[in-house]
Nanobody
Framework: QLQLVESGGGLVQSGGSLRLSCRLS????????TGWFRQVPGKEREAVAC????????NYADSVKGRFTISRDNAKNTVYLQMNSLKPEDTAVYFC????????????????????WGQGTQVTVSS
């Protein structure tokens, strides 16, 4: 069974940076599209960024384009979310997710239908 464990959340001032990590166990990155989502109380969870199983294709929410970068380290079986120029509205619980599909494909599609989830990590941006 695939498991995902996030780390790297915390408190940061507006304009600062954080890097979230998500380590996969029970499966390899080349078998899954991966993504980062976030949720604030009272709102639906929203997609932040996702990446194809090859790592070659990425999608970003308009609200984070140019500030956030999704990447991965195959040797560590880990996905990252580098967050720069953070804003108070980025405050949320961030979740790592994976979607099974075609092995090592550049195809990605929308950041939907992810079936495997981590436990979440809190990111708080103070103004």
């Amino acid at each position: 069974q695939l498991q995902l464990v996030e780390s790297g959340g915390g408190l940061v001032q507006s304009g600062g940076s954080l890097r979230l990590s998500c380590r996969l166990s029970g499966g390899i990155l080349n078998s899954y599209a991966t993504g980062w989502f976030r949720q604030v109380p009272g709102k639906e969870r929203e997609a932040v960024a996702c990446m194809s199983s090859s790592g070659a294709t990425t999608n970003y929410a308009d609200s984070v384009k140019g500030r956030f970068t999704i990447s991965r380290d195959n040797a560590k079986n880990t996905v990252y979310l580098q967050m720069n120029s953070l804003k108070p509205e980025d405050t949320a619980v961030y979740f790592c997710a994976a979607r099974s599909g075609v092995f090592y494909t550049d195809w990605l599609g929308p950041c939907t239908d992810f079936g495997f989830w981590g436990q979440g990590t809190q990111v708080t941006v103070s103004s």
